[in-house]
């Protein structure tokens, strides 16, 4: 069974850091794109970051310059650094990927993991 298992949220003091983590499991032999989004409640799932297979890094706006998405590939894991923290951070924060089994490829997501900022 393939799955994406998040670690590394939790409560932070705002100008505070969190480095979260997201591990592919399962019978993989090929991981694309990584990304992770965010969302609280009531309003839709956006985009934090993504790091394509060859590196190539993207960033909200709003958490350009502040987090930095990085992958390695031999343990199938991404990780999103994140420092200078704000209350408007504060939401669930969830692991995507492009996985390939011996079977299919498609795209999967984390559970989730909560990532609360304290003003």
């Known amino acids: 069974q393939v799955q994406l298992v998040e670690s590394g949220g939790g409560l932070v003091q705002a100008g505070g850091s969190l480095k979260l983590s997201c591990t592919a499991i399962g019978d993989i032999f090929q991981v694309g794109a990584m990304g992770w989004f965010r969302q609280t409640p009531g309003k839709e799932r956006e985009l934090v970051a993504t790091i394509t297979s060859a590196g190539i890094t993207s960033y909200l706006h709003s958490v350009k310059g502040r987090s930095s998405i990085s992958r390695d590939d031999a343990q199938k894991t991404a990780y999103l650094q994140m420092s200078s923290l704000k209350p408007e951070d504060t939401a669930v924060y969830y692991c995507?990927?492009?996985?390939?089994?011996?079977?299919?490829?498609?795209?999967?997501w984390g559970q989730g993991t909560q990532v609360t900022v304290s003003s």
């Open positions: 995507n990927a492009d996985l390939c089994s011996s079977t299919q490829c498609k795209s999967y």
